[in-house]
């Protein structure tokens, strides 16, 4: 069973930077696409960040230029930096494999079991 354990949240100001890791066991990590979902209070689950085989990355227009999304195939870690931070990247983030299309619904089958997620507050 695959298993997915994310850390690295925390409090920080605005224009902070925090960087989250994301360790994935029990696939085969290095042939599957990633992504790093958060979800605000009261809102969807939304896809921020995306990391494909070839190591190419896509990102949702509201984190591109501040957000940098990379995997670690030897430690079977995905990580996301994120700099530049503001109150409205408040939420708990979560990683999983990529769900193939931007927007949800997504196919819950295709994915990972989701892990616990990690709170990102963004406050001064």
């Known amino acids: 069973q695959v298993e997915v354990v994310e850390s690295g949240g925390g409090l920080v100001e605005p224009g902070g930077s925090l960087r989250l890791s994301c360790v994935i066991s029990?696939?085969?990590?290095?042939?599957?696409?990633y992504g790093w979902y958060r979800q605000a209070p009261g809102k969807q689950r939304e896809l921020v960040a995306r990391?494909?085989?070839?190591?190419?990355?896509d990102y949702a227009e509201n984190v591109k230029g501040r957000f940098t999304i990379s995997r670690d195939n030897a430690e079977t870690t995905v990580y996301l930096q994120m700099d530049m931070l503001k109150p409205e990247d408040t939420g708990v983030y979560f990683c999983?494999?990529?769900?193939?299309?931007?927007?949800?619904?997504?196919?819950?089958?295709?994915?990972?079991?989701w892990g616990q997620g990690i709170q990102v507050t963004v406050s001064s």
């Open positions: 999983n494999r990529d769900p193939r299309k931007w927007t949800p619904p997504w196919d819950e089958r295709w994915l990972y079991h």
């Open positions: 029990g696939n085969v990590f290095d042939i599957a696409d």
């Open positions: 990391i494909y085989t070839t190591g190419s990355t």
